[in-house]
């Protein structure tokens, strides 16, 4: 029979959000009276504003006409959307050939894992999204995961797990930094809502240059930034264009999450060891084993980064910003606390000296809400709970008052 | 430094279609005044059908709407639309939850080589659709390209080419297959339009078991067959849940090629050597690295499967079989031996003792047709020029009609 990609057989069970959807669906069957509020994942629920619902619309009733229609696109994306993303998006501090569209930035990292294959040394914030290592360990760069029990630290064999904490500010010991290895870094961060400045992304891409690694900076939050001192993306560093691949997103702010586009950004000076293009390879994953994005979607990102749709993220964003202070004054009104929320859509509750998940299940028995557990991003998100400021107005009110009445403690 | 992935050091220049679009623009640039016709890639031409393309729109509409908006879907797809695929498509031959919905067959074979890591034995139809071979190289499950000019044969050491030719009917010998390998079979066949019989798949299904090796099926061309006896689906022959993956894709049917939206069938019987579910990891892969399919997309799918869905699926794939007769019959009117055409939407054109680049050169510069050297599609399609039934009606009258003037010789 055949054989398993080895890969599978290392990663522990379950991808942290299904296993927290089970648990949500399990407490729901157990209580069907109860109405759950979720902030757990972080999944938009706002309609699409009105500019880009319209275009997309406009966009698929054309495919239906001879002058509308439209086959395959380039699978790194509509030359005219390449092009307003470097110039909107980076002021054209990149260029429209550096800039490849594609269905999400969750896509684009599994793809992303392939251009340097098994052998390299893979590091991430911790806590950071699951992706990240749970591709490395697909791909082979990581091996089995160790829970810790036998007095090792928690985590997976050749995952670089560096700590973001109070203790250094949520930003990690530059000195753990791989030589030559891929490090994953998130600004705004996804979980702690933290956003490294200017110059701790200096000294990161300094220290990465220095040790010969890439860096894939993942800034799908970036239009939660309102701190006007704080840098949206990477290429605002001098040096980055030798160190870093950028991704990035629609979903967080326009609500593609379910339409599916993003962005990678791979610039031209980037090389390997035998001195290759990493962008000629990219174009070459990019061409081979994916075609593109939807053209309806496309189009409605086409439509964001017109005036109008500008407008209507600027919107959108402050309206989840405003559930964030709504979440975090709550959770500080308790005595509890947290980091984000001010500039990143996630509020990052510290419950010292308890079980992640203890806590979420006692948030979800006692006050029927669901967070997503600290620990299912990292060891280092043990104590922590993540508040997604993703909801309703109304939910988010709520959700609020419920927890108001929840006594914190060890 | 950071390493390279070697898989992509040993990939040969360019994807086949970006360099048939390369001379292509090459062409036009020197020739400014000419209309050139494609018969080239694969791409649909036609505007989306009315019941489709209203549902798409209403559905993107509908997202700028509180009750309309939905953020992340499951990675896997719409319940509903993987319902209809089992029923509508498989007659209920297989389960919903082994069917996943995708962005498209080519992206999902990018992932499915995933599963099985770079230690299994790749086979491929030769001539192939170049992604099974290409994804291969990149994972690693093939090495460097040989081009034959020592004398071996050429192509990527580690993969197996199984011929399918004039001479074996375009039906490889299966005592080729590979022990605990994986196959890549395409049927109706992407480029040569022939179509396995019943008969034949029973006996690729059970070399496949005997040899444990798993068939990955791609069916993308399904809804092109006309002839009644012919198997739309591997799972129509007994034992292929045990042994086979299918592919297919909304592309080709309703010409979804830049919408994007496919899926697999991964049945529950299929093992790895280490009795592990294909069908867990698979799902597992799709959560970790994929984010679902545009759910605008799924819509137009859902339409898809409508009854008028399937009346205007009819309608369209019968409209691109009648260029598919027109450009055979133009072709055999000139001496030249096909296949194709009748259950698939292309014509495989054979030109014995002549280089496919060069009949593709010759095509192009005296009737400024584009076409896709078979050569291309690997070793065995030399000699062969494979054109595409995919196009507006005019222009395939007009090419036919350019084609009748051409001479024909080695």
């Given at each position: ?10 990663l522990?069970a379950?991808y942290?959000f299904?296993?927290?959807?089970r648990?949500r ?8 009276d ?17 500019h880009i ?7 698929a ?21 390449r ?5 909107v998006?980076y ?5 429209p ?6 269905d ?14 098994r052998d390299?040394?893979v590091?991430?914030q911790d ?31 050749g995952?670089?797990?560096?700590p973001?904490t ?36 200096a000294?990161?891409?300094?220290s990465?240059?220095r040790k010969g690694?890439v860096i ?8 939660y930034i ?6 949206r993306?990477i ?7 030798e160190?870093?691949?950028e991704?990035?997103?629609?979903s ?6 379910g339409?599916?586009?993003g962005?990678?950004v ?14 000629a ?14 053209n309806?979607?496309?189009h409605?990102?086409l ?8 407008n ?10 405003g ?6 004054q ?7 606390t ?5 500039n ?12 992640s998940?203890?806590v979420f ?16 991003f990292?060891?280092a ?24 009445g ?5």
């Amino acid at each position: 029979m055949i054989q398993r990609n080895p890969g599978f057989a290392n990663l522990k069970a379950g991808y942290l959000f299904p296993e927290i959807a089970r648990r949500r669906r399990a407490f729901a069957a157990d209580h069907p009276d109860v109405r759950l509020i979720s902030l757990g994942i972080g999944d938009t629920t706002e309609p699409l504003t009105p500019h880009i619902a319209a275009r997309l619309a406009e966009y698929a009733a054309g495919l239906g006409t001879l002058g509308g229609y439209s086959g395959y696109g380039d699978e790194q994306g509509l030359i005219a959307l390449r092009e307003r993303i470097a110039e909107v998006g980076y002021r054209s501090m990149v260029a429209p050939d550096e800039v490849f569209v594609s269905d999400g930035a969750k896509c684009d990292i599994g793809r992303l894992q392939l251009l340097f294959g098994r052998d390299v040394e893979v590091a991430v914030q911790d806590p950071s999204y699951p992706v990240y290592v749970d591709g490395s360990v697909i791909v082979g760069a990581a091996g089995p995961y160790d829970d810790g029990s036998l007095g090792g630290h928690a985590g997976y064999a050749g995952i670089r797990y560096l700590p973001c904490t109070p203790e250094n500010d949520y930003f990690p010991d530059l000195e753990d930094l791989p030589e030559n290895g891929l490090v994953y870094f998130c600004s705004p961060n996804n979980p702690t809502g933290a956003v490294a400045t200017h110059a701790q992304l200096a000294q990161l891409v300094e220290s990465a240059r220095r040790k010969g690694s890439v860096i894939v900076y993942d800034a799908a939050y970036a239009e939660y930034i309102r701190d006007p001192d704080l840098p949206r993306s990477i290429f605002e560093v001098d040096g980055a264009r030798e160190c870093a691949i950028e991704v990035n997103s629609f979903s967080k702010p326009v609500g593609f999450t379910g339409v599916r586009l993003g962005w990678t950004v791979v610039p031209k000076e980037l090389r390997f060891d035998d001195g290759a293009s990493v962008n000629a390879d990219w174009n070459r994953l990019c061409t081979t084993v994916f075609n593109g994005a939807s053209n309806i979607a496309q189009h409605g990102g086409l439509a964001a980064l017109e005036p109008q749709g500008l407008n209507e993220m600027r919107v959108l964003t402050d309206f989840y910003l405003g559930n964030a202070q709504l979440i975090r004054q709550t959770l500080e009104g308790l005595g509890i606390t947290c980091v984000g929320g001010d500039n990143a859509p996630y509020v990052w509750a510290h419950f010292p000296g308890r079980a992640s998940w203890d806590v979420f299940a006692e948030i979800l028995d006692r006050c029927h809400v669901v967070t997503t557990p600290g620990s299912g991003f990292g060891p280092a998100g043990e104590g922590f709970v993540r508040f997604s400021a993703f909801g309703h107005r109304e939910d988010v009110v709520e959700a609020c008052s419920r927890i108001e009445g929840l006594t914190v403690g060890p």
